[in-house]
């Protein structure tokens, strides 16, 4: 159904599935598989522009090593072209210099994978451009770590700089905000000196991977003041989220005007996820969406963490159903292929756990405040 008339167009590529890191490795792309199906026996595709790999490729933007390359340097690009598993001892070096170990490691047929998470945000970014769909969503993106030259915290290629970079060809201001537990520090990074992106990230500071994302790091030169940065500790509930979502989101609305909005929303944020340490119910995480909705402002949403595989697919197909305005039933579909992942349950939501928030209303007003505070520096 890939005619655009309605408001969300969904990617989603077969092929995603079948890449993998290792048995070890947290990261599994298998649960952008089960978001998918889950996406599929909900009734979902119907109200959307479902679209692929091959689609983006034909009918939209050809995306190749030119694309990747607008942001991350050519060596970086051709390595990622030709090495695998089995010639990786040939290029040692290079493997170190572009910081390929434990976190990212060489995957069988990598330069498709980072082709197929890319298409997804690029062409996001495309369709929002030619206003052929007002919200555009990718699950296989967010991969908010990787460097113009180097691979970081699962991430190889920086699928959400390079939307965001198709982005700037039509629009003037771009908003990122990041949900995830971890820093977007790729993303800030590479926008870290304009005032055409601002970024916005959430995530636990102190002792966490990847160790950035300092409240007073603000950006610098034209983009000083168009990075926000709020440190959290663990335990990050419900009721917190919306406390300090809400005012930073208004003020950021009202003094950037963003023409168009990314969200980040890895669910590593969630209660329970197996590297998180936050007590997000699916919820809680939603509002988010729910929340940058009211502005009227095109938003592409793109996946991230989430290392908890059943509470992933829940997460983003309850986030799914939030975009489209259809409201879905808390029952796990019978029919779904992936059923056993959801039991003894078999329900979309699930309770949080009783661990403590170590966030008190002191330190989130008090964040609260110096950032709004810097926000007053940009001219509406
Ligand atoms: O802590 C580290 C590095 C590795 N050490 C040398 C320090 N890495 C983290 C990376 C987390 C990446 C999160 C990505 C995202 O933001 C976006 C997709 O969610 C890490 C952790 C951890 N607990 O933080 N790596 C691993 N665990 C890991 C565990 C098993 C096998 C491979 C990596
Ligand atoms: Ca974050
Ligand atoms: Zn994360």
Redesign the pocket.
């Known amino acids: 159904m890939n005619n655009f008339k309605q408001r969300v167009t969904y990617y989603y590529d077969e092929e995603f599935g079948t890449f993998n890191?290792?048995t070890?490795?947290?990261?599994k792309p298998l649960r952008v598989a089960i978001t998918d199906d889950l996406v599929g026996h909900y009734g979902l595709k119907q109200y959307m522009n479902c679209i692929d790999q091959s689609f983006v490729q034909t009918y939209i933007k050809r995306v190749d090593e030119d694309v990747l390359t607008q942001f991350h340097s050519y060596e970086y690009i051709d390595l990622i072209k030709i090495i695998t598993p089995e010639n990786k001892c040939q290029h040692e070096d290079q493997l170190y210099r572009f910081n390929f170990?434990?976190?990212c490691?060489v995957l069988d047929r990598l330069f498709d994978f980072c082709l197929c998470q890319t298409s997804g945000s690029v062409g996001a970014a495309c369709v929002i451009a030619d206003q052929k769909s007002n919200i555009a969503i990718n699950w296989s993106g967010?991969?908010?770590?990787a460097k113009q030259s180097e691979a970081?915290?699962?991430?190889y290629v920086n699928d959400c700089v390079l939307g965001i970079l198709e982005l700037l060809k039509t629009y003037q201001r771009v908003l990122y905000v990041d949900i995830?537990?971890?820093?977007?520090d790729g993303v800030e990074e590479a926008f870290y000196l304009t005032d055409r992106v601002m970024t916005c990230s959430f995530h636990k500071f102190k002792e966490?991977?990847?160790g950035t994302g300092h409240i007073d790091d603000i950006g610098h030169d034209k983009g000083k003041y168009y990075a926000v940065n709020f440190p959290l500790n663990e335990g990050l509930n419900d009721d917190s989220i919306q406390f300090i979502f809400k005012p930073v989101i208004d003020k950021i609305m009202e003094n950037f005007r963003p023409d168009v909005v990314m969200l980040q929303g890895?669910t590593?944020s969630l209660s329970g996820d197996r590297?998180g340490c936050f007590n997000l119910s699916i919820k809680g995480h939603g509002t988010c969406i729910e929340y940058l909705k009211k502005f009227n402002v095109p938003i592409i949403m793109v996946?991230?963490?989430?290392?908890t595989l059943r509470n992933v697919p829940r997460c983003w197909t309850y986030e799914t159903s939030l975009a489209l305005n259809v409201p879905i039933q808390d029952n796990i579909p019978d029919e779904s292929d992936y059923k056993i992942y959801f039991g003894p349950e078999y329900k979309l939501h699930l309770p949080i756990s009783n661990m403590e928030e170590q966030n008190s209303k002191d330190y989130l007003e008090k964040n609260i405040v110096q950032i709004l505070e810097n926000l007053k520096q940009i001219n509406p």
């Open positions: 890191y290792s070890t490795h947290p990261m170990m434990e976190d490691p967010g991969l908010h770590h970081s915290g699962f991430c995830d537990i971890h820093h977007g966490y991977f990847p890895g590593d590297l996946g991230g963490g989430g290392y």
